[in-house]
């Protein structure tokens, strides 16, 4: 599978998103085609059928891939009208229950990468200067910087 290749190799879904709709890959629902949709200027676009990098994501790191259903993940709370998610050891787990696209080997490899890659950019946002009034001034009612 070509974006799996390209998931291998560290490419982000946005990547993955342009470069498979380059090489042909298509959504089936457009946007024009959703009920709520109004003419003007989403007609100049020209990606109306771009598979976006969110659905890239979820069709990526699916387990799926690999033949595995899981179900069970939410139950319905009727009275309060929420989904709630349930605890991962509750999940029911059918392995080969569809065929494979990839093996459950190569999938875990490029899952571990993508797992890294994602802790390490949880909001790394790096302090560029320090004000040249830091730690210069006080506030008159309660004393702190």
């Not at 059928?49 to 979820?58: P, R, V």
Request: glycine share 6%; hydrophobic share 30%.
């Amino acid at each position: 599978m070509q974006a799996v290749e390209l998931l291998e190799e560290g490419k982000a879904f946005s990547y993955i998103s342009r470069e498979m709709y380059r090489r042909g890959a298509r959504s089936p629902y457009t946007r024009k085609e959703h009920k709520n949709y109004t003419k003007g200027v989403n007609d100049l676009e020209t990606y109306n059928d771009m598979i976006s990098a969110t659905s890239w994501e979820n069709i990526l790191t699916s387990p799926r891939l690999y033949g595995t259903v899981i179900m069970h993940k939410y139950e319905k709370q009727f009275k309060k009208s929420t989904r709630d998610k349930v605890p991962e050891e509750l999940w029911i787990w059918f392995e080969n229950a569809l065929p494979a696209i990839i093996t459950k080997e190569r999938y875990d490899n490029y899952m571990e990468e993508y797992d890294n890659r994602k802790k390490g950019n949880k909001h790394n946002y790096v302090r560029r200067g320090v004000h040249s009034l830091t730690s210069k001034l006080y506030c008159a009612e309660c004393g702190g910087k």
